[in-house]
Each structure stands twice: as structure tokens, then as C-alpha cells.
Nanobody, 116 residues
């Protein structure tokens, strides 16, 4: 059964921190590069960070130095530590394999709202 369950979002003031978690089914997680995406209304979903099964990471320029992605391969879980949050980080955040396409399975996401 395919499963992606994101959690950890919320409302935070600018400069604050949040830690997102995503539990994925083994079929998605096991051998895949995993990433965190985000989407705001009217915009395309964008990839903000990804991590390989071996732990190599990559970040979008907009979050580099503020966000840290990690994964627990034993628990099929991927995390996103978000520090120094900005209002422009406000979005619904999703995890999925990389690459993932609009017609792939997506979880419900978790809303992150950063107030100024």
C-alpha cells in the first residue's frame, strides 16, 4: 500500500523554526531519493530539498543554509528541519520520491504558515 503521511506544520513567527516529518511506505522510500516539495496557491509545486539513500543532500537556493533534510532508513521517515523561517516559506509542504510527477501518488501535505 502506497502511503505518504506528512506532519509537523503550523503557524510560526518569522525567524522561528519547525520540524516536518514524513512517514513513507517502503515501496516509495526504500531505494529512492526522497525530497520535500512545497506549493502555494496558483504556483507549481517546487522541490526544496532532497536526500539520497546514502545521505547526500541538495537544497534549493531559497532555503540553503536554513533548512536541513535528513532520513531514518530504518523507520522509512524523512525530516525537514526549518530554521530562520520567512513569510515566503509559507506553503503546503509535501514529501515524495525524487523525481515525482503530478500524476504520482501524493500525501495530504502539511501547512506551514510564517507570519511577519
Amino acid at each position: 500500500q502506497v502511503q505518504l503521511v506528512e506532519s509537523g506544520g503550523g503557524l510560526v513567527q518569522a525567524g522561528g523554526s519547525l520540524r516536518l516529518s514524513c512517514v513513507a511506505s517502503g515501496s516509495i522510500f526504500r531505494t529512492n531519493v526522497m525530497g520535500w516539495y512545497r506549493q502555494t496557491p496558483g504556483k507549481q509545486r517546487e522541490l526544496v530539498a532532497y536526500i539520497t539513500s546514502g545521505g547526500n543532500t541538495n537544497y534549493a537556493d531559497s532555503v540553503k543554509g536554513r533548512f536541513t533534510i535528513s532520513r531514518d532508513n530504518a523507520e522509512n521517515t524523512v525530516f525537514l528541519q526549518m530554521n530562520s523561517l520567512k513569510p515566503e516559506d509559507t506553503a503546503v509542504y509535501y514529501c515524495n520520491k525524487v523525481p515525482a510527477h503530478r500524476y504520482d501518488y501524493w500525501g495530504q501535505g502539511t501547512q506551514v504558515t510564517v507570519s511577519s
